[in-house]
Every structure is written in structure tokens, then in C-alpha cells.
């Protein structure tokens, strides 16, 4: 997932972003459910554990904009029981589009009370937009085929870990 850059931050900028982005990193660990616990995935972001549909899934948190406009970038594969979480502050109309991501997922747009509004399979590097086809405050990307394989389907409903929920 992606969005057009801006102009280059400065090395304050930069610095502060940092700061801010750990204490919101240990925010989420504070607020883990209890004996959920807290880990970090190798790019640095919060982690939780997540059923969904007959699996647990391990999510990467990406719930600033930062974070949510690198989303899956750059990389080349990613374990088979684990994906990214998107938390927005609010239930609304969301389009992904797969701008330099490079391996292809499954998205399932959840609304704020975690129901599968819908579930559409994103090819690497497409630029036309997923919509989430109703409002949504959560996508979750999984490798592609994941969602079927876990039998998960729209209208089901998940638990959003306490973790990964919108304030």
C-alpha cells in the first residue's frame, strides 16, 4: 500500500518522527491484553496475535501515517502466519492500491466493531485502488490465499486485539 511522497523531512523532523514512533510502539505494549504481550516485527513496528477465521495470524501495527502509507513495501516475502493490521481513527470508505509491494496479499477491510466487510485479492505493484466496498476502520493484508485457507469470509466477525485498536 502507498501514497505520493512529500517534500524530505529534516533531521529534527526525522528525529522527533523517531521519538514519537517509540513511545507510541511502547503505547501499544502497555495496552496489550493481558498476557498478550508485545513484539516487534524486524521493521521496527508493535506486533500482535490475531485469530482469524481457523488461524492465528501475527499482525505488524501500522497505525500512524507513516507507517500505513509504507505498509507492506520493499519486501520480499513474508511468513505464511503473518501480515499487517492498519488501525484508522475512524469507520470510513478505504482504497489500498499495491504501488511497490512486491509479493501479492489478501486485504480484508473490518468495520470499527471488527465485521469482515469485504475481502479482495491485491496483485504486486497494481496501482488501481481496492475499495473496501463499505465502511471500514481496520484492513488486515495476509499473503494471498491466506483469507481462504483460514476460512475466514464477510460478515464473520474478529476480535481486534486490545493492542491494535483505534483510540
Known amino acids: 500500500m502507498g501514497f505520493t511522497a512529500h517534500s524530505q523531512p529534516t533531521p529534527e523532523e526525522i528525529f522527533v518522527k523517531m521519538f514519537l514512533k517509540s513511545v507510541l510502539a511502547a503505547a501499544f505494549c502497555v495496552l496489550a491484553a493481558l498476557g ?13 496475535s ?21 505498509g507492506l513495501m520493499q519486501r520480499d516475502s513474508m511468513p505464511s ?3 499487517m493490521i492498519f488501525v484508522f481513527p475512524d469507520e470510513q470508505e478505504r482504497q489500498f492500491w499495491m504501488k511497490n509491494t512486491r509479493i501479492p496479499l489478501d486485504i480484508l477491510f473490518l468495520s470499527s466493531r471488527g465485521k469482515v466487510v469485504s475481502i479482495h485479492q491485491m496483485i504486486p505493484y497494481d496501482r488501481d485502488l481496492t475499495p473496501s466496498d463499505g465502511a471500514a476502520q481496520y484492513a488486515i493484508e495476509l499473503n494471498n490465499g491466506a483469507a481462504a485457507a483460514a476460512g475466514v469470509k464477510p460478515g464473520d466477525i474478529l476480535q481486534i486485539p486490545a493492542a491494535a485498536t483505534a483510540k
Open 36 to 48: 498478550a504481550g508485545c513484539d516487534y516485527s524486524p521493521a521496527g513496528l508493535p506486533m500482535v
Open 81 to 83: 502466519d503473518h501480515g
Open 50 to 70: 490475531m485469530q482469524i477465521g481457523k488461524q492465528v495470524f501475527h499482525l505488524e501495527v501500522a497505525a500512524t501515517s507513516e507507517t500505513m502509507e509504507r
